[in-house]
């Protein structure tokens, strides 16, 4: 009950649907956000800090990836966005929102929208996915591009962007060639942070957890198509490895993560202020 009523303060209802195992952590986050509104002090900086816009993957009726000993990526990139809000908050030098915060689901535009609507400086979209070889396993960060870096991009973009099918008639995955065009409607500034972004990423993800080989990979995500903000989208790991499947299920594994992709959101702003002031 304890559990519950820290969940249902942190705006994370239908917690009959996140798995025992797992709310545990997300309980976590939300003690640790009741104790930082009482305890830690306004900093006045903080209505002008960047705003990063995390977007945890799937939810509700759209479970995305379901690992082999039945995990539902959906939860795993919940907690994992939650613990990262966390990491990136207790900073003091960022804003932190979520496209969602609890298991529901948010069609892809909605997400797309959200962040544009918010003014969001970066979004970081995490994900758990799978794919048809089960022995390939490793973390992996995705930037958009009209064309793939390779076969299995292209394929995991295509599953990606089908999952508005889950929404009903009004929402459905664009085809490839629509998603290409998006893709070439994103400015050079924002793909020229798109790539420092990611290759930060890879930086900091690799020194923590295993990678998959050539991990900086590019393909039409409809999820990453807004024109003016920075994007990239994390695969934490495979579902359908089950090492993967396995050390995703624990908190210390996803906490190396999401300390890594802290570190990476840090070294990305500290390079863009260099650039400020040498320009």
């Known amino acids: ?10 705006g994370v209802g239908a917690t009959v649907l996140i798995p025992s195992w797992l709310q545990p952590a997300i309980a976590w986050a939300a003690a640790k956000h009741q104790l930082h509104k009482l305890h830690e002090a306004p900093k006045p900086l903080l209505k002008t800090a960047p705003l990063i816009m995390l977007d945890p993957g799937h939810g509700g009726k759209d479970p995305g990836a379901i ?21 990136l908050e207790a900073t003091g030098r960022y804003r932190v929102a979520m496209t969602r915060a609890s298991d529901h689901f948010i069609p892809l535009e909605d997400r797309v929208s959200i962040a544009q609507d918010k003014g969001a400086d970066l979004f970081v979209s995490m994900h758990a996915d799978s794919i048809p070889d089960p022995s390939v396993r490793g973390a992996s960060v995705y930037t958009l591009s009209s064309d793939a870096s390779d076969r299995q991009t292209a394929g995991l973009a295509q599953r990606e962007n089908s999952s508005d099918r889950f929404a009903g008639p009004n929402f459905k995955g664009v085809s490839p060639a629509v998603a290409r065009i998006l893709a070439s409607l994103v400015g050079r ?17 690799g020194d923590e957890i295993n990678l998959l080989p050539r991990p900086a990979r590019h393909a039409a995500f409809v999820v990453l198509k807004s024109a003016e903000i920075p994007s990239v989208l994390v695969e934490m790991g495979f579902m359908s490895n089950y090492k993967d499947e396995t050390a995703l299920r624990q908190q210390a594994h996803r906490d190396r993560i999401t300390l890594a992709m802290k570190n990476a959101v840090d070294a990305w702003y500290v390079a863009r202020q260099s650039a ?3 320009g």
């Open 189 to 205: 500034e924002t793909r020229v942070g798109s790539a420092q972004l990611q290759q930060d990423m890879v930086q900091n993800l």
């Open 67 to 87: 690992g082999v000993a039945g995990t539902y990526e959906k939860h795993i990139a919940l907690a994992s966005a939650h613990a990262l809000k966390l990491r």
């Open 276 to 278: 400020r002031m040498a």
């Open 1 to 10: 009950m304890t559990e519950r009523r820290l969940l249902l303060s942190l």
